[in-house]
């Protein structure tokens, strides 16, 4: 049984109205004098909320996720915003021209993130996997307890993600290569929007936000994780509004604005509440600097944290001791490019670290982020970037001011060496992605059996690469118990080497709550087993037939399991 054509067809409006009519017409309705970047700003959180509020809400009602009930909400909300718009004379077109940086910004970024391959990434699957979740169950299967939404429960992540990319594919219809390409325009954009209005507000100067917004979308660490856009992306792209208001507090844009932004960084990854946690606290700590024009007081201040970050890398290049310089180098290579240098030059070079107010706001998290972006797992850097790119900012605007006659250089050099940090890290990712063989295997099982549940036996990656381009596998079943309760996990030591207890409160920052009294299906109840033979290597059942051979990968299914549902219609997702 299809879907009807005039659902289809209002499904598709919808998704156009939530993703690019409702948010923009909210910008302009909310700020209506503000310029291109700013309403480009304000409608991408509006469409992040929007369609994460949408399936949460259903959920809660009792009401299955469905296109026309996802669509339905998302059409009554457009037809209120327009008369309303119409009636209070808002302009929809922001007062002044939007900006020729950011607009090469944009097209630039959205150039270098279209996928040419099939799923790429290291955990990308597992985004996708709970996107599909929510389209076929028509629910969000790991909400379970309201600590739930900040991806506490057993198998599952905080909900933005995978919400704005169900949205996409019950909604628009989209597979998992466009769909997720549309989320990393989504979210590019938006953290570029933002990260240019923040940094138009800290350096009161539009040639540093446009240079700011750059280094920012540009870096690899940005790139890495919104090249198929996952929830470490989107932490990346809402992260410049939390230090927006941290910035402006206590005025009251950054009151109104903190909560706000504070609940938003936590619900796109965990990474987002281990920031609240460290940035609040960081913000009060700026009530204790002197206000001073000094170079010497950044400098001296920094020189700690800078010492700690070594003995905090991975050991590499050199042997012994030295391998902690090396690996510090090494990862502030990778992960940075050319902006650490620059990042240094900028703090001892230009005077005025702790003179503006906004500056001196936000200088003690600088500082506690940097040493956190060189343990072995990147959740650090991605706290440190936004910090990392201001100083780098303000060291490539010194540089220039510094060497006139070579700022074209300077500045040509510049854009080269983040263009080419952005387009190895995509390259990169592009080497590894999934095999069209291993696309085409997953295709097959999808319409073999397109609704499972089933777990897939298979050799390396391409068993969890399979695990994208399938609805059957993994249908996990979170099932909460009648004492479902929630309790903090037991606090590490600060006992061991540096690297060591960085990776144990990393890992406790990660999972410092859990849920007892909830039972996990991973691979849903009573699944099938299908065996995947790829080049003659992997698990073989001891009876069965063959599936599926081509390209040097078999499928195999053993002989007297239970058969598909083929009534099911097929998942669109390949």
């Not at 998704?15 to 923009?24: E, G, I, K, R």
């Not at 990393?506 to 039972?519: H, K, Q, T």
């Not at 037939?545 to 002989?559: M, T």
């Amino acid at each position: 049984m299809s879907t009807p054509w005039f659902v289809t067809v209002i499904a598709r409006l919808a998704c156009l109205a939530a993703f690019l009519v409702s948010p923009w017409l909210l910008a302009r309705l909310l700020r209506p004098r503000t310029d291109w970047i700013t309403t480009a700003a304000l409608a991408g959180l509006s469409a992040i909320v929007l369609n994460t509020a949408a399936p949460i809400a259903l959920h809660t009602l009792g009401i299955p996720i469905h296109p026309l009930t996802l669509a339905l909400p998302q059409l009554v909300l457009v037809s209120l915003l327009v008369p309303l718009v119409l009636l209070l004379r808002r302009p929809l077109r922001p007062p002044s021209a939007a900006s020729p940086a950011c607009l090469w910004i944009a097209l630039g970024f959205a150039v270098i993130v279209c996928p040419c391959t099939h799923l790429a990434g290291i955990d990308t699957y597992k985004w996708q996997g709970l996107a599909t979740n929510v389209r076929v169950e028509a629910c969000i299967p790991w909400l379970v307890h309201p600590a739930s939404l900040l991806g506490f429960t057993p198998r599952a992540y905080p909900p933005i993600q995978p919400l704005l990319l169900a949205s996409l594919q019950i909604m628009g219809g989209l597979g998992v290569g466009a769909g997720f390409y549309a989320l990393s325009l989504l979210s590019g954009l938006t953290g570029m929007a933002l990260a240019h209005t923040f940094a138009r507000r800290y350096f009161d100067d539009v040639r540093n936000a446009d240079w700011f917004a750059f280094l920012y979308v540009f870096s690899p660490v940005f790139m890495r994780y919104n090249h198929w856009a996952t929830g470490r992306g989107l932490l990346l792209a809402v992260l410049p509004a939390l230090l927006f208001c941290l910035m402006e507090f206590p005025r009251r844009r950054g009151l109104l604005g903190l909560p706000f932004a504070c609940l938003l960084a936590a619900l796109t990854h965990k990474a987002g509440l281990v920031a609240v946690a460290i940035l609040l606290p960081a913000r009060l700590l700026a009530f204790a600097l002197p206000r001073t024009a000094s170079r010497i007081l950044p400098a001296l201040l920094s020189v700690p944290f800078v010492l700690l970050a070594i003995p905090l890398s991975t050991r590499g290049l050199l042997p012994g001791r030295a391998g902690y310089l090396g690996g510090f180098a090494l990862t502030a290579i990778t992960r940075f490019g050319w902006m650490l240098p620059g990042a240094a030059l900028g703090l001892i070079g230009p005077r005025g670290w702790l003179l503006p107010p906004r500056r001196r706001a936000l200088f003690p998290a600088m500082l506690v982020t940097l040493p956190l972006a060189f343990p072995a797992d990147m959740y650090g850097a991605l706290l440190a970037l936004p910090f990392i790119t201001v100083a780098a900012t303000a060291g490539l605007a010194f540089l220039r001011e510094r060497l006139a006659a070579w700022s074209p250089a300077i500045a040509r050099a510049a854009i080269t060496l983040s263009l080419i940090g952005a387009l190895s890290i995509v390259g990169k990712r592009t080497l590894t992605a999934t095999p069209p063989r291993v696309w085409r295997a997953a295709t097959f099982l999808e319409q073999h059996d397109p609704r499972g549940p089933y777990r897939i036996i298979a050799p390396g990656r391409p068993r969890v690469q399979m695990h994208a381009y399938v609805s059957g596998c993994p249908r996990f079943v979170v099932t909460p118990g009648t004492n479902t309760a929630i309790a903090v996990r037991t606090i590490p030591p600060l006992r061991g080497p540096p690297a060591v207890v960085a990776r144990q409160w990393i890992d406790f920052g990660r999972n410092f709550l859990e849920l007892s009294d909830v039972a996990v299906d991973w691979y849903g109840v009573n699944p099938r087993l299908y065996y995947v033979i790829i080049d003659g290597q992997g698990e073989r059942p001891r009876t069965s037939e063959v599936l599926y051979d081509r390209d040097g990968i078999q499928i195999l299914n053993p002989i007297g399991q239970s058969v598909p549902i083929r009534s099911i219609p097929a998942s669109t997702n390949p």
